[in-house]
């Protein structure tokens, strides 16, 4: 009865994620029953960061309107258009720009 309320209030203040972690968590005592009360709350506070992260991403790329999706991992590298897997891997890691960034503090 009291995981019902606790779900419910976790679903009305918009905590989604968290009340999805903590069904979770329900669902499966095996695996959770031997953490501590912290590690679980990390573990909800986790899905709840991730599940906002991932509906922010969402909500961008709806209003971006792309025409083509585009991932990374489809780039044909063996076309002779002169692309080096190792230099891509390193712009996608998007280092270059936190290297710009500390040059720029300092």
């Known amino acids: 009865m009291l995981h019902n309320q606790t779900l419910q209030s976790l679903r009305s203040l918009k905590l989604t994620g968290m009340a999805d972690g903590l069904e979770q968590q329900l669902a499966q005592p095996s695996t959770h029953g031997?953490?501590?009360?912290?590690?679980?709350?990390a573990l909800m506070v986790d899905r709840e960061t991730t599940?906002?992260?991932n509906n922010r991403i969402a909500r961008l790329l709806k209003i971006a309107k792309l025409k083509l999706h585009a991932y990374p991992e489809d780039i044909?590298?063996?076309?002779?258009?002169?692309?080096?897997?190792?230099?891509?891997?390193?712009l996608l890691s998007s280092h270059w720009i936190h290297q710009h960034h500390n040059v720029l503090i300092t």
């Open 51 to 53: 599940h906002r992260h």
């Open 34 to 41: 031997e953490l501590s009360f912290e590690e679980r709350l």
């Open 76 to 90: 044909d590298y063996s076309h002779p258009r002169g692309l080096q897997k190792s230099q891509f891997a390193d």
